[in-house]
């Protein structure tokens, strides 16, 4: 049962192909692995086994007549409780949604899912309305790092990171706004990608507006372009998705290292120029973009050369916060995160030209980002400037701000250009938590971001090492540690 889990999505779909196992087995196993590890990371708040089952039967029986259905025919994924699914509610961790309001609507990456036989597994922990870099909410309580249950997982696709690691399931989904799939995976040590904005379909618009966009996060680089293959797929509804390339993402990532890097030109910066980096996170991202100069590309130390966004980001998240909380009650927002609560009504008392002024400020960084990538292919940075700290805080013990963004700047100013960049593994700290690099690239240009970090990934596999609760025997299990 534990050889499922390590299983990467393609590796199911050949095993299934070969008739080696079924559907059925597979899904048994990550259903079982939940029941054993999820009481001690919370990264499920739904689990419905008997139609998760149901699914993985129907995929069996077309494998069985010999007709699989479109891509992802019997692969488990895990899916982030802000995705509208048919058949469960979506609450987003908040007490204001009546479930059944939510019955019976499909987004379109769940949509995507079902047209290729993909078996959902359950829906994922999210901060309340996903608007923090950490996941807790007051609904489900506080998710936790599967390297080290006292650390948090990041956020807010939190609970899709945890469950990954963990063989809770191959591949998730994830939303990002300001670094949501890509904080998750850099804490909690597997592959997220943010595409760039309107590549995947997203429906109902986010309140968070054009800051927000929907992605993989996976184990391996291969299965995130897998899913990329399904999730950019055309769905009407979303009314901000540009025009489909129809690229096989999974296709562009053949060949070796040396054959994926030619003629690449990586533009390496470890602070962005204004940001105060840990030595050992610093260290590891610095050998990763040695190893990818000895590889073939070629590697220039320089910054995008723009000051720190966070103001304006403030701006423009915390106004899509205000826009959340427009038609909540007084009343209810006494069931609500407190702090989200907090920053949505100081938000809401930002005047018309103070808006506008930051989406100046974002215009200029978009301009001062195509015109580095007329130079550069890529850009290399941490995808975080520390490893995880302790769960259920928005910032770590004595950070000098209050607010969740001030410690996730690499990954913000990339919401609001809406290029594609990926966080990849890249190695632990000392105390065995994770790493993780990221990989910027110009707008549209998400092959070369997959192929880079694909690149990475042969070079220096990270993928055979998981956290000991991987290996937990039942829910009792409090084991902590970097992992075997």
């Known amino acids: 049962m534990t050889e499922f889990l390590r299983l990467s999505a393609l590796e199911l779909l050949k095993g299934y192909k070969e008739k080696q196992f079924s559907p059925v087995e597979?899904?048994?196993?990550?259903?079982?692995?939940?029941?054993?590890?999820?009481?001690?990371?919370?990264?499920?708040?739904?689990?419905?086994?008997?139609?998760?089952?149901?699914?993985?039967?129907?995929?069996?029986?077309?494998?069985?007549?010999?007709?699989?259905?479109?891509?992802?025919?019997?692969?488990?994924?895990?899916?982030?409780?802000?995705?509208?699914?048919?058949?469960?509610?979506?609450?987003?961790?908040?007490?204001?949604?009546?479930?059944?309001?939510?019955?019976?609507?499909?987004?379109?990456?769940?949509?995507?899912?079902?047209?290729?036989?993909?078996?959902?597994?359950?829906?994922?922990?999210?901060?309340?309305?996903?608007?923090?870099?950490?996941?807790?909410?007051?609904?489900?309580?506080?998710?936790?790092?599967?390297?080290?249950?006292?650390?948090?997982?990041?956020?807010?696709?939190?609970?899709?990171?945890?469950?990954?690691?963990?063989?809770?399931?191959?591949?998730?989904?994830?939303?990002?706004?300001?670094?949501?799939?890509?904080?998750?995976?850099?804490?909690?040590?597997?592959?997220?990608?943010?595409?760039?904005?309107?590549?995947?379909?997203?429906?109902?618009?986010?309140?968070?507006?054009?800051?927000?966009?929907?992605?993989?996060?996976?184990?391996?680089?291969?299965?995130?372009?897998?899913?990329?293959?399904?999730?950019?797929?055309?769905?009407?509804?979303?009314?901000?998705?540009?025009?489909?390339?129809?690229?096989?993402?999974?296709?562009a990532l053949e060949g070796e290292p040396q054959d994926l890097l030619r003629g690449v030109h990586i533009a390496f910066s470890a602070t962005l120029g204004y940001v105060q980096v840990d030595r050992e996170v610093e260290e590891r991202v610095r050998a990763a973009a040695e190893l990818l100069q000895s590889l073939g590309a070629e590697i220039t130390e320089v910054a995008p050369g723009f000051d720190d966004p966070l103001a304006a980001f403030g701006h423009l998240f915390y106004g899509g916060a205000a826009n959340v909380l427009r038609n909540i009650s007084k009343k209810q927002r006494m069931i609500m995160d407190p702090q989200l609560v907090a920053v949505s009504e100081k938000a809401a008392q930002l005047s018309m030209l103070d808006y506008l002024e930051a989406a100046n400020e974002r215009a200029a960084l978009c301009e001062r980002m195509a015109a580095f990538h007329g130079k550069y292919d890529l850009l290399l940075t941490p995808t975080l400037p520390i490893t995880a700290f302790t769960a259920g805080r928005e910032v770590p013990e004595d950070w000098p701000s209050t607010r969740w963004p001030s410690w996730t700047p690499f990954t913000y100013p990339f919401n609001m250009t809406g290029q594609p960049a990926i966080s990849v593994p890249c190695g632990f700290d000392s105390a065995g938590l994770p790493i993780g690099l990221q990989l910027v690239g110009a707008r549209f240009d998400d092959r070369s971001v997959l192929r880079a970090a694909q690149a990475y990934q042969l070079a220096a596999p990270l993928t055979d090492k998981r956290p000991e609760l991987f290996f937990a025997n039942s829910a009792a299990d409090t084991t902590e540690g970097a992992g075997s």
């Not at 993909?118 to 950490?134: H, I, M, Q, S, Y």
Request: with cysteine; hydrophobic share 35%; net charge negative.
């Open 26 to 251: 597979v899904t048994q196993a990550m259903l079982s692995q939940i029941e054993r590890c999820n009481p001690l990371v919370n990264a499920y708040n739904l689990v419905d086994e008997e139609t998760t089952l149901t699914f993985a039967k129907e995929s069996e029986q077309r494998y069985q007549q010999g007709n699989p259905k479109g891509t992802l025919d019997g692969v488990p994924v895990a899916i982030k409780d802000v995705f509208l699914t048919p058949q469960w509610p979506t609450i987003k961790g908040s007490k204001t949604i009546d479930p059944n309001s939510t019955l019976g609507k499909e987004a379109p990456s769940v949509a995507a899912l079902n047209r290729h036989g993909a078996v959902p597994l359950g829906k994922t922990t999210t901060p309340e309305f996903g608007w923090k870099g950490v996941t807790d909410n007051p609904v489900d309580g506080i998710t936790r790092n599967p390297w080290n249950p006292d650390k948090t997982a990041g956020g807010s696709s939190g609970g899709s990171a945890a469950a990954v690691p963990l063989g809770m399931g191959p591949l998730a989904l994830g939303t990002d706004a300001g670094g949501s799939i890509r904080i998750p995976a850099g804490f909690s040590g597997l592959v997220g990608l943010k595409p760039s904005f309107g590549e995947v379909p997203h429906w109902p618009a986010s309140p968070f507006g054009t800051l927000a966009h929907a992605g993989p996060m996976t184990w391996t680089v291969a299965d995130c372009a897998l899913l990329m293959n399904v999730l950019s797929e055309a769905d009407y509804r979303d009314t901000n998705a540009i025009p489909r390339r129809n690229i096989d993402y999974l296709a």
